[in-house]
């Protein structure tokens, strides 16, 4: 009975601040889900990678403010110096993850500006090949011979890059004279191989090198590669 009594009493004291709680909460709930929802829809149509770290910043934000608006009525406590004890914590570890924190900044920006998207041929900090993925924390490229090269965003923010046009990549044919005696076939094998190693980070390696014979002349047999 006096549980009861005590239950009864704490309830009849603190009415208005449960009120205030739940209302708060519902309201940040509804938000949530809504801007949620209005969110994706606009990030889907913008095709930004990696679009819902987008939505989980502002997931984050709408609760904060929701736990802002309460602290003081409902709980006591001042917000202004919990986020001041918050903000001295966050310098500090900021401080540790320095090299974290510039390359998602880099990340961020990168996504944002579109500057590069995966499928396009880049050229930067000594790697040249394909976007294949852009994160938060680093980008990868993957080089002609398959290597796939690891660039922290904070160099692609900072170094010179050069994305190179889909029109910059085309057909070569170099020419050739072998001597009439040779063995024609693995003249051509050795050719194709020859090439192919000299040229990997180079060509596309949906395509090997084709090697041609076109027809005999006075210096030999004439062809192409």
């Known amino acids: 009975m006096d549980l009861?009594?005590?239950?009864?009493?704490?309830?009849?004291?603190?009415?208005?601040?449960?009120?205030?709680l739940v209302i708060v909460i519902a309201i940040a709930f509804v938000a949530d889900k809504a801007l949620t929802r209005i969110a994706r829809k606009l990030l889907d149509k913008s095709q930004v990678p990696n679009a819902s770290i987008f939505i989980n910043i502002m997931r984050v934000v709408v609760w904060v403010l929701a736990a802002g608006t309460v602290l003081q009525p409902v709980f006591g406590v001042n917000p202004t110096t919990l986020f001041t004890a918050l903000g001295i914590g966050g310098l500090a570890v900021s401080l540790g993850l320095k090299d974290t924190i510039a390359n998602v900044i880099g990340g961020f920006g990168l996504m944002v500006g579109r500057v590069i998207q995966p499928g396009d041929f880049i050229s930067v900090a000594g790697a040249?090949?394909?976007v294949k993925d852009i994160n938060w924390?680093?980008?990868?490229?993957?080089?002609?011979?398959?290597?796939?090269?690891?660039?922290?965003?904070?160099?692609?923010?900072?170094?010179?890059?050069?994305?190179i046009a889909p029109s910059n990549e085309c057909i070569v044919k170099v020419p050739f004279t072998a001597k009439s005696d040779v063995d024609v076939a693995r003249m051509k094998a050795d050719i194709a191989t020859t090439v192919g190693v000299a040229t990997e980070q180079l060509a596309n390696p949906q395509y090997a090198p084709v090697v041609k014979l076109e027809g005999f002349t006075p210096y030999g047999i004439q062809g192409t590669v």
Request: proline share 2%; glycine share 6%.
């Open 4 to 20: 009861i009594n005590a239950l009864s009493q704490w309830l009849a004291r603190n009415y208005g601040k449960i009120v205030l």
């Open 128 to 130: 040249t090949g394909t």
């Open 137 to 163: 924390r680093q980008t990868i490229v993957r080089e002609r011979n398959g290597n796939e090269m690891v660039i922290p965003n904070s160099i692609l923010n900072t170094a010179s890059l050069e994305k």
